[in-house]
């Protein structure tokens, strides 16, 4: 299996700030990524898909990078409604497998 | 728009089966794209399932295989869920989704979920 390692777990920011996460492979995935973001008591929601490309309607603030086994979802500037998990998704291989998340908290 | 519900028992006892449904409006569950099951535990993270193809092609989590079974209802546009011999660790929010592109096994759509406690 891939195993996705997501870094930080945690990540404490305040409104305006750029934040970073980062998604790491354990083998290439070529750019077969997702990212997704999860609310509590919702279901996740697609961002990012193929590590770069923008899903419709989410907005540009959001942005995804990277290739083989390294992996960034950027905010460029952090907005009252970006607090939430982030989780990545490789679909290059089956088993499917996500990253741990990353939980975006208020400073 | 394409809307996803799960339905099913909320509550299951230790080794007996979880049976749940999707209810799939606003796309034909006929034509293209893998439908799918993905968990999450309690305050854990996502855990992907399983998916089938219309034409009943599946694939499954290699860490389940031995007890989850998925299915297509095209008359219905439903598709559904079995694992057996459940325990508390099977305990989840429990999500069915549909691929964001043909060919391509990322979820675009999502149902809200659905709590399953295995408990006696």
């Known amino acids: 299996d891939i195993q996705m390692t997501q870094s930080p777990s945690t990540l404490s920011a305040s409104v305006g700030d750029r934040v970073t996460i980062t998604c790491r492979a354990s083998q290439s995935i070529s750019s077969w990524l997702a990212w997704y973001q999860q609310k509590p008591g919702k279901a996740p929601k697609l961002l990012i898909y193929?590590?770069?490309s923008l899903e419709s309607g989410v907005p540009s603030r959001f942005s995804g990078s990277g290739s083989g086994t390294e992996f960034t979802l950027t905010i460029s500037s952090l907005q009252p409604d970006d607090f939430a998990t982030y989780y990545c998704q490789q679909y290059n291989t089956y088993p499917l497998t996500f990253g741990g998340g990353t939980k975006v908290e208020i400073k | 728009q394409v809307q996803l519900q799960e339905s099913g028992p909320g509550l299951v006892k230790p080794s007996e089966t979880l049976s749940l449904t999707c209810a799939v409006s606003g796309y034909s569950i006929s034509s293209a794209y893998y439908w799918g099951w993905i968990r999450q535990p309690p305050e854990k993270g996502l855990e992907w399932i399983g998916n089938i193809f219309h034409g009943g092609s599946t694939y499954y989590n290699p860490s389940l295989k031995s007890r989850v079974t998925i299915s297509v209802d095209t008359s219905k546009n439903q598709f559904s869920l079995k694992l057996s011999s459940v325990t508390a660790a099977d305990t989840a929010v429990y999500y069915c989704?549909?691929?964001?592109?043909?060919?391509?096994?990322?979820?675009?759509?999502w149902g809200q979920g659905t709590l399953v406690t295995v408990s006696s």
């Open positions: 193929k590590a770069s």
């Open positions: 989704a549909r691929q964001g592109g043909v060919g391509y096994t990322y979820w675009g759509y």
